[in-house]
T-cell receptor
């Protein structure tokens, strides 16, 4: 079973920042937070991951609360191509990676 | 270098037939995962390997499903006596060792249709 809770869907205007929340209140100290997205019928694509510090790469930023019970994925300037299902996953070490239902993000023109 | 390659891309079979789906991971990748995805649903974990060792097969639905990775590279997912409910997209992914083990690279999938 997925260890995360995400809203089923969200809208964001093109050019604005998309902020996708994720709750993981039962996260353990050795579990990382991962984000993936899946565009239409393609395979899932890795976005970013972190343990407790905020992380940023060319795709997105990951903000993890101090108590690590929730996190937010930020797409700084959303485009229509960012329309996808976004999955938040918690995972320890090299354990299996379990996808939940994710958030369907619609970018509005 | 090439990405994760899956074959066949499309497979149509009759109920009761056996099917074998192949995954060729990125060269040197240690971990290999199999997922199943129904339309409109998230990927459902089936099994995964580190090298040739099957680490977890708890997601395999029943004993008609099996997977192997005998030399730690190419993997085959076999479904025996297929049923209509087995129709889905089957996705394979691989990852490197160490800190990046959670960064999975997915193939384009094998779409199975059981008539």
């Amino acid at each position: 079973d997925a260890k995360t809770t995400q809203p089923p869907s969200m809208d964001c205007a093109e050019g604005r920042a998309a902020n996708l929340p994720c709750n993981h209140s039962t996260i353990s100290g050795n579990e990382y937070v991962y984000w993936y997205r899946q565009i239409h019928s393609q395979g899932p694509q890795y976005i970013i991951h972190g343990l407790k510090n905020n992380e940023t790469n060319e795709m997105a930023s990951l903000i993890i609360t101090e108590d690590r019970k929730s996190s937010t994925l930020i797409l700084p300037h959303a485009t229509l191509r960012d329309t996808a299902v976004y999955y938040c996953i918690v995972r320890a070490g090299d354990d299996k990676i379990i996808f939940g239902k994710g958030t369907r993000l619609h970018i509005l023109p | 270098g090439a990405g994760v390659s899956q074959s066949p891309r499309y497979k149509v079979t009759k109920r009761g037939q056996d099917v074998a789906l192949r995954c060729d991971p990125i060269s040197g990748h240690v971990s290999l995962y199999w997922y199943r995805q129904a339309l409109g649903q998230g990927p459902e974990f089936l099994t995964y390997f580190n090298y040739e060792a099957q680490q977890d097969k708890s997601g395999l639905p029943n004993d008609r499903f099996s997977a192997e990775r005998p030399e730690g590279s190419i993997s085959t997912l076999t479904i025996q006596r297929t049923e209509q409910r087995d129709s889905a997209m089957y996705r394979c992914a691989s990852s490197a060792q160490g800190y990046l083990t959670g960064e999975l690279f997915f193939g384009e999938g094998s779409r199975l249709t059981v008539l």
